[in-house]
């Protein structure tokens, strides 16, 4: 059933929809009208707001809610000086080795890295590397951090598609990732380059960077690729600081060069915590 609707869903008008579903979240006023569009939100997703901060009187608007703040010390970000850690609250999807410059996106479902991040060369820079895969679901924290401390060197916004990516529709359309948009921050670290690709999905109303407002997806009038180079320690990060938001659930994809880290594959299926061990520094 569900390979069926994401067959059928594929031809939808996702970008436009979604564009909606971000307006409908963004509402403010009537405030009683919102309080119960939150309660609705709340029940029908299973969304909790124990760990969080809601701010007196409840949450401005349904996206409030969606991209809402944890509390201090909600998610310890490993201690480990050597440790990967998770960029976000999710279901740990993939992880491996990069077959030359082939990821896994479902069971028996490839793609190329050259093409998620929209350039040959920098693709070549992941030859036969190690690739993670990580999705959040409407309930989950909408947040996307750093998995490991470094700068971020550029940022990178290509304009795409917005089909779904429920495990049905990553098994059914086999160019899910490359198709659909994508915001690229790319990491200088101690392991070399880090990519975090974070992939666009129906309903995702848009994505921002936490260090650029320049940068937001799902434009009407945004169809070209927009690339942004910082200067050196412009943009430092901590392991655990914050990147970005998604406006609603979707995918993040986390590259690394070639040798350079070893990720843990027993987690894979696994509901995990942004700030979680996943891997280590190779030694």
């Not at 760990?51 to 909600?74: C, D, H, I, M, Q």
């Not at 000086?81 to 990821?103: F, K």
């Not at 993670?132 to 309930?139: S, W």
């Not at 943009?235 to 609603?248: C, I, M, R, T, W």
């Amino acid at each position: 059933m569900k390979r069926q609707l994401a067959i059928w869903v594929a031809h939808l008008p996702h970008n436009s929809l979604s564009r909606l579903v971000g307006w409908f979240a963004s509402i403010k006023r009537p405030k009683f009208l919102v309080k119960f569009y939150c309660f609705m939100a709340k029940k029908l997703l299973h969304i909790s707001t124990e760990e969080a901060l809601v701010p007196p009187g409840g949450y401005e608007s349904v996206n409030a809610l969606f991209t809402r703040v944890l509390k201090e010390g909600a998610r310890p970000i490993d201690a480990d000086t050597r440790s990967i850690v998770s960029p976000v609250d999710g279901a740990y999807g993939q992880c491996g080795t990069l077959n030359g410059l082939m990821a896994v996106q479902a069971k028996g479902v490839t793609y190329p890295v050259n093409r998620l991040l929209g350039d040959d060369a920098l693709g070549e820079r992941f030859r036969d590397g190690t690739f993670a895969t990580f999705y959040l679901c409407p309930a989950d924290y909408h947040h996307i951090h750093s998995p490991i401390a470094g700068e971020v060197i550029k940022a990178i916004h290509i304009p795409g598609g917005l089909l779904p990516v429920f495990k049905e529709s990553t098994e059914v359309h086999t160019d899910l990732f490359v198709r659909n948009e994508r915001l690229i921050s790319l990491l200088k670290t101690e392991v070399g380059l880090v990519a975090v690709v974070k992939i666009g999905a129906t309903s995702v109303g848009k994505i921002t960077l936490a260090y650029d407002g320049d940068f937001v997806t799902n434009r009407k009038k945004c169809r070209d690729t927009i690339k942004k180079d910082y200067a050196a320690g412009e943009h430092p990060v901590a392991k655990g600081q914050e990147l970005g938001v998604f406006n609603l659930g979707s995918t993040v994809v986390l590259l690394f060069e070639k040798g350079r880290v070893s990720l843990d594959g027993e987690a894979i299926g696994t509901a995990i915590k942004y700030g979680q061990k996943v891997g280590n520094l190779a030694n």
